[in-house]
């Protein structure tokens, strides 16, 4: 009798066990599945949200100006006048452009709008770079080439 009564809670307690053990592996499955996706949100996020970002333009491979364009009140326009020629850039909250060249391709003005860590306008005649960078993080120009 008491033997029977063991076993029977023996029994009880494995099969108890088993729904435990059960439901311990689906709550696994999802955290490993939410664990997968943070890599990938860790990503999209330091590639768009960069909370801090700056503008960095080259002339002749030396750095001219660093701009903290997001907290700009309003927008301003940065004019370069140097040997290789002209150009204005101009510099909102939002985004970044060259408005103004006399370069002889041209293709900085039609290199449209960038605002986001990576993105860059290259005027190649007169040697004038200029980029969006992220604080704090060296690497990300090296990865996102336009
Ligand atoms: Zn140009």
């Not at 002889?104 to 770079?129: A, F, Q, T």
Request: aromatic content about 8%.
């Amino acid at each position: 009798m008491i033997m029977r009564f063991l076993w029977y809670n023996h029994y009880k307690m494995r099969s108890m066990d088993v729904m435990v053990l059960k439901r311990l592996d689906i709550l696994l499955i999802i955290c490993f599945m939410v664990l997968s996706f943070i890599p990938q949100l860790v990503f999209t996020m330091n590639n768009n949200n960069y909370s801090d970002k700056y503008v960095e333009i080259k002339v002749n491979g030396k750095v001219y100006k660093n701009i903290d364009f997001q907290k700009l009140e309003e927008s301003m326009i940065v004019e370069i006048n140097n040997k290789n020629g002209h150009n204005e850039i101009l510099i909102s909250k939002d985004c970044i452009k060259m408005i103004s060249a006399n370069c002889r391709d041209g293709i900085c003005l039609k290199e449209g709008e960038i605002s986001k860590v990576g993105e860059r306008i290259v005027c190649l005649p007169h040697n004038v770079i200029v980029s969006i960078k992220g604080k704090n993080n060296e690497f990300d120009e090296d990865i996102i080439v336009r």
